[in-house]
């Protein structure tokens, strides 16, 4: 009986630990799968980054052959940015940023699409990404044409003119300047269409796993300033 008695505590004294261990590796999983970091903390490392973009001191973090061959086994970004094609607003130099940090969604006027956003939901869902900016900016050449050109332009770029009317028309009796106007308008839009896109992002959301915000970028200071959170 004592033997019996010894033999269970040393089974369980050989497996407890297995057990602990196997439960920290799946957390730990876990946490490398979401990136380990609060949304409002990403959020606050991209601002912070985007001072030093600003002020002129990058950091040009995560560049080196190292991270390169790092993220050769998978990818875990901190924070989806949808953001406009426009050449001046590349959002990896923008917020200071490196390799596999950002998953970056990017259409003429931050516009989304199936496709756009089957994407921004890959990111969301399977990579766990706690962050989304949708990120406007200054002087966009997409809205001025849908503000200028009466809704109307040649060949495919017809379908972003067309998917940037409902801004345009949401603030056409506002005072102010059109297009400026019109690049908040389609940032807040945005940002409430994928809070309320179903059935993936709008759980997220519900379920605090996903925070979303709507930021401009600004292309005289280099600042980007949250409007939409």
């Known amino acids: 009986m004592i033997r019996e008695t010894v033999r269970s505590w040393w089974i369980i004294a050989w497996i407890l630990p297995l057990v602990v261990l196997s439960a920290a590796s799946a957390k730990e999983a876990s946490h490398e799968a979401s990136g380990g ?105 997409a809205i001025t044409a849908a503000v200028e050109g009466g809704g109307k332009a040649p060949g495919h770029i017809e379908a972003v003119v067309k998917a940037l009317r409902p801004a345009v028309e949401k603030v056409k009796d506002k005072p102010g300047d059109k297009v400026e106007n019109a690049i908040k308008a389609n940032i807040e839009l945005i940002v409430e269409q994928l809070k309320t896109s179903r059935p993936i992002l709008a759980e997220l959301v519900k379920d605090g796993k996903l925070m979303i915000v709507g930021a401009r970028y600004d292309l005289d200071t280099g600042l980007v300033e949250i409007i939409n959170q």
Do not use: W
């Open 37 to 141: 970091i609060a949304a409002d903390q990403v959020l606050k490392m991209l601002l912070d980054g985007n001072k030093q973009y600003a002020a002129g001191k990058l950091t040009h973090p995560n560049s080196t052959p190292q991270r390169r061959q790092q993220l050769v086994a998978g990818q875990h970004p901190l924070a989806i940015i949808l953001s406009c094609s426009d050449s001046r607003v590349p959002p990896e130099i923008i917020f200071d940023q490196g390799l596999g940090d950002l998953f970056v969604v990017r259409v003429a006027g931050n516009v989304v699409d199936n496709l756009a956003l089957g994407s921004i939901e890959y990111a969301a869902e399977h990579l766990g990404v706690p962050l989304i900016v949708v990120l406007g900016h200054e002087k966009c050449g």
